[in-house]
């Protein structure tokens, strides 16, 4: 009698957990590129940003952005806390697909599927940290990085667009585009009235930045 008493008690409990659960939603944000949607979503996806723009590093580290990629349509994507940003071939129409992104990733949260495989963040860092070492990042570029992370990247990521740094030289910035930003019509006015203006005014030895178009 004690055994079936206590499993209507644990019968009710997860009842009562199951409903307490938020359903969860999804919404889409256009962006600058009419190429390029934000999904965004009622769930953190990963804390931080993750940039798989090519199918061999979303393979290696995040299941949800290689199965994306089997849409032929997507050509690139961001993973930035609680929105993807999804970058689509010129052909398609995202009236035509949109929809069908957006149960695909309904269902992924559903099932609670992994978003970034473990160890995405830290190898990011042991990659940079190892350019360090070896004298490739001397302190000037690592304070043009920090002030990209810090002043640059969250307005851009709010665009559905992403930011990295490449190289500095002769005073001169280089940095890839991607996401929204990287073919949209503003990507010159993204460079030159707002990273150009932010990094030359934090420091002298900038005196311009352009893009890498080689990625």
């Known amino acids: 009698m004690f055994n079936l008493l206590k499993k209507k008690e644990d019968n009710k409990l ?30 953190i996806l990963y804390e931080g940003m993750a ?17 994306l990629y089997k849409f032929n349509y997507i050509k690139n994507l961001i993973i930035n806390k609680n929105f993807v940003s999804i970058d689509k071939d010129s052909d398609a129409n995202w009236r ?10 309904k269902k992924w949260l559903e099932e609670d599927k992994t978003i970034v495989n473990d160890g995405y963040k830290e190898m990011l860092e042991a990659e940079w940290q190892a350019k360090k070492d070896s004298g490739e990042i001397n302190d000037i570029e690592q304070k043009i990085s920090e ?9 851009i990521e709010q665009d559905g667009g992403g930011i990295e740094y490449m190289g ?11 996401g929204a930003c990287s073919t949209c019509s503003s990507a010159t006015v993204t460079l030159k009235a707002g990273v150009e203006q932010i990094l030359t005014s934090m420091i002298p030895d900038v005196k311009g930045v352009v893009q890498d178009l080689g990625y």
């Open 96 to 105: 035509e697909v949109m929809f069908e992104v957006k149960d695909f990733i």
């Open 168 to 178: 500095f030289e002769e005073g001169i910035v280089t940095v890839r585009l991607y």
């Open 51 to 67: 940039d798989f723009g090519n199918r061999e590093a979303a393979k290696k580290w995040s299941p949800f952005a290689s199965e």
């Open 14 to 43: 997860e009842n009562k957990v199951k409903k307490t659960v938020s359903p969860i939603l999804i919404y889409t944000e256009q962006t600058p590129n009419p190429d390029t949607l934000k999904f965004v979503t009622s769930r």
């Open 147 to 155: 002030i990209i992370d810090q002043h640059v990247k969250p307005w």
